[in-house]
């Protein structure tokens, strides 16, 4: 039977496990990407650490995450209720709300630098001219880490929204019929019935949602590559300005190491959460 996985076991080990044993080896090492590579031991983390424009990658890739397990989660699981209370909308409105998910993602990047943010020819604009004095959050360090979620949080809760429908959608109809019969509300058929009935999704979605926080990359360098003065920077385009700007692949390489630690971590939670819940089941 083993030979019926061989392929797939064998495509794992070129693009993921060979790549992954590379990465972490080319951060030891002080390489350009073209010359020969020359032993550093920990120079790399150590050079890293001490380098102030990491930290402030690292503190904007925790931020994403916060945002990205509050804002979009929410949003989500509200919208995903109730259209599992409305049958008759729910073909259109998730068809409207999943749509931006399959826009490419530089098109949504252009749209919203464009037609959003833009100070000369973006709703910002229009502001501006009728009354109200809005500077591009793009151009603000303060700022420009918040405006690129925003657009990431347009891109990605409709997708939530839909997995979450279907995970609802999986309750039994009898538990839901039984909450209402008892008088509750939205809000408490929310609470006690839906949240509960799709936890496993739930909690799986956040792990992912973990995951991807740390490794952004296309809506932040196609908004603002990282900037400006390193505002919006994260551990993604740290990792890719060294390797591909500054020719140093050790110092990206470290960053990838330092990224994939975090993915580890959520993926280590998450399997301890289904052991825990399949202990608690028998």
Known sequence: MWLFALPALLINICIILVPAVLTFTAAFFIWDGVGTPVWAGLANF???VADPVFWSALTNNFIWTAIFLTVPVCLALVMAAALLMAPKARIVVQSIIFLPRIIAVAVTGRIFQGMIFSPATGIVAWLNEHG??????????DRSLYAVAAVDIWHWWGFLAVVFLSAMRQISVDQIEAARLDGAGFFALFRYVLIPGIRPTLTLMLILTVIWSFQV???????????????SEVLAT???????????VGQ???AACVMSLFGLCATAVYLW??????????
């Open 46 to 48: 150590q050079n890293m």
């Open 132 to 141: 109200f004095s809005i500077s591009d959050p793009l151009a603000d360090p």
């Open 217 to 231: 990359f296309e809506f932040i360098f196609i908004v603002t590559r990282g900037g400006p003065a390193y505002g």
């Open 238 to 248: 740290f990792a890719y300005r060294h390797a591909f700007f500054e020719g140093d």
């Open 252 to 254: 990206a390489a470290a």
């Open 273 to 282: 959460l289904q052991i825990t819940d399949d202990a608690q089941s028998t």
